[in-house]
């Protein structure tokens, strides 16, 4: 057996502020839009390596009915590691989004901080000490 890539797929109550925020704030570049102008029902933003999915969460209760009613958000984090974290935390604390761990140097080598994002969900920036 053998896993070659993992991609969140996040389930959002608006998919075109979702990809916004991640564009505008975290740099990413928007990559697919289904249908190709908004409203959108999914989208994918990247930024190297990484890559991120949003799906509407009214289009996705079809196949997912628990999605159409939980929360969003909920326990899973984005753990992004990243270079230049207090570019990106300016970046963050300017775009108003509530920053619910602030940047500090974690025993395991990292220098972290986490944020909410408009639609709920909880990213984590990591940065490795040099």
Not at 43 to 51: L, M, P, R, Y
Not at 56 to 69: C, F, G
Not at 80 to 89: S, Y
Request: proline share 8%.
């Amino acid at each position: 057996m053998k896993f070659t890539k993992l991609t969140p797929n996040l389930v959002v109550r608006d998919v075109q502020a979702a990809v916004h925020f991640y564009q505008s704030v975290l740099g990413f570049k928007p990559a697919i839009t289904v249908p190709d102008a908004p409203p959108y029902v999914f989208a994918s933003v990247t930024s190297g390596n990484v890559e991120i999915f949003f799906n509407d969460q009214k289009a996705v209760a079809e196949d997912y009915p628990p999605l159409a009613k939980d929360p969003l958000g909920g326990t899973m984090t984005l753990f992004l590691e990243c270079e230049g974290i207090e570019e990106i935390l300016r970046a963050v604390e300017k775009s108003g989004a509530r920053i619910v761990m602030p940047l500090k140097t974690q025993f395991y080598g990292m220098r972290e901080f986490a944020f909410l994002d408009p639609q709920g969900w909880t990213v984590t920036m990591a940065e490795r000490v040099k």
